[in-house]
């Protein structure tokens, strides 16, 4: 969002300076065309000029025909007398005219001014062929106010068309989404407006299609895996309903024990599963060094009939994490490979690719290719892990636990053990 208002912000300004920029050199030039005199600029000059001659022409030691004459034939504009008694005016306006002021008559051949002579009783008459201009100044302004206005329409028009294509993206993938095609999601780009919206819509597809995926998990669970231990505990009572052998119902009733611990068991693990959800938790992110948190959390523990080897960095490894769930993860690992390891493990710290990895090795028959993405999923086993203990969940787990604390999982073979190498890789702190 802090994207799409920064940039409509500059679209708007940058918009208004242009067009305003623009409209103004395209004025100026108009302007710079129409340098030569306008009609007003003439005809205020002949007034000036025209009261000059009236004080000339008042004059009867001048001679007024010759002058008048010798004007008519330098200048466009006519010069010519009449007697005041000829000129006849309205009354509205003697009063000002006899006053001294010119008078400005207009026709269809032009504008004319004129100049009473009161010493010789005559009227100075000047006619032009001026016309009175039409004022283009408010159709111009009309036509600036045009161009900004319709200018910064089309510069954010153009600017939103690409946010109407994102909006009309998000609006179709949500009405899917919410018709059940929970695979729907949106391409996000870096130029995107709402990137941060799309991103969002993702997240929450994603968490959605999650918490379905859980709750299909859970569901098969109990119908499936807890079928046997209900179906041995059914048997047990029946069989402690028959016998009549106090030995025999000692047995029984240790087996049902045992098909309870077994049926806890799974009942905890799916909850711990469904518990390990990024919306329900909140991590306490601590700075660790991870050397020292290795050696002081496994060094010294014994695994009987194990060997386990601590390999540590030579330098210090300091990674942002929570230690509980990131002891969660190791836990999972190192159970892992004491279930289907030999004799050796060994725990690694290394960094490679310019991030720090821990490797949890042992010597196992390992994990195929194929099967290293099936077996992070919940309740799946792999082909060697048949007749051992275990739901399946381990790994699970570990992956649900990296997925949102971003530490991911990564299945392998251990290069020197040449059994299974699970890592678990992190990002440095800075």
């Known amino acids: 969002m802090k994207k799409l208002m920064t940039s409509l912000v500059l679209v708007v300004l940058v918009a208004i300076a242009s067009l305003g920029w623009s409209i103004s050199?395209?004025?100026?030039l108009l302007d710079h065309d129409n340098d030569t005199q306008t009609p007003a600029t003439h005809l205020a000059a002949l007034k000036l000029l025209g009261g000059t001659l009236a004080q000339t022409l008042d004059n009867d030691s001048v001679n007024n025909q010759s002058i008048i004459a010798n004007w008519n034939q330098l200048n466009s504009e006519q010069l010519s007398l009449a007697s005041?008694?000829?000129?006849?005016l309205p009354s509205a306006l003697k009063t000002a005219f006899y006053a001294g002021e010119s008078l400005l008559l207009e026709s269809d051949?032009?504008?004319s001014l004129h100049y009473l002579l009161p010493k010789t009783g005559q009227v100075l008459n000047i006619n032009t062929d001026i016309v009175t201009p039409t004022d283009v100044s408010f159709d111009l302004n009309k036509l600036y106010t045009m161009l900004f206005y319709g200018g910064v329409v089309l510069i954010l028009l153009v600017w939103v068309s690409p946010l109407i294509r994102q909006l009309v993206n998000l609006s179709k993938a949500t009405q899917a989404f919410g018709m059940g095609e929970l695979q729907q999601r949106i391409p996000v780009r870096k130029t995107s407006y709402i990137g941060t919206i799309e991103s969002e819509f993702n997240r929450m597809a994603d968490r959605i299609q999650q918490l379905i995926d859980d709750n299909k998990l859970l569901s098969r669970a109990v119908s499936h895996d807890l079928k046997t231990p209900i179906a041995r505990l059914r048997f047990g009572i029946e069989a402690l309903e028959e016998t009549?052998?106090?030995q025999l119902r000692v047995k029984y009733f240790q087996r049902l024990?045992?098909?309870l611990d077994t049926m806890e068991d799974l009942v905890m693990t799916l909850l711990s599963y469904a518990r390990l959800d990024e919306a329900n938790i909140q991590p306490d992110w601590q700075s660790i060094e991870l050397n020292a948190w290795l050696l002081e959390k496994y060094q010294?523990?014994?695994?009987?009939?194990?060997?386990?080897?601590?390999v540590s960095y030579p330098t210090a490894l300091k990674?942002?994490?929570?230690?509980k769930y990131l002891s969660m993860q190791v836990n999972n690992l190192l159970n892992n490979a004491l279930r289907f390891g030999k004799a050796k493990i060994r725990l690694t710290l290394a960094v490679e690719e310019g991030a720090t990895w821990l490797h949890v090795d042992d010597d196992g028959p390992g994990i195929d290719e194929l099967e290293s993405m099936q077996v992070i999923k919940p309740f799946v086993r792999g082909q060697h892990s048949r007749g051992n203990s275990g739901h399946g969940m381990g790994l699970a787990i570990v992956d649900r636990i990296g997925y949102w604390m971003n530490a991911p999982l990564?299945?392998?073979?251990?290069?020197?053990l040449g059994g299974a190498r699970m890592s678990l890789k992190f990002k440095a702190e800075i």
């Open 300 to 310: 010294g523990q014994v695994y009987p009939d194990f060997s386990v080897e601590l």
């Open 84 to 88: 005041e008694a000829d000129f006849v």
């Open 25 to 28: 050199e395209f004025a100026s």
């Open 109 to 111: 051949d032009g504008i």
């Open 244 to 246: 009549q052998s106090e």
């Open 319 to 323: 990674i942002k994490t929570d230690p």
């Open 257 to 259: 024990n045992r098909d």
């Open 410 to 416: 990564r299945i392998g073979r251990a290069p020197e």
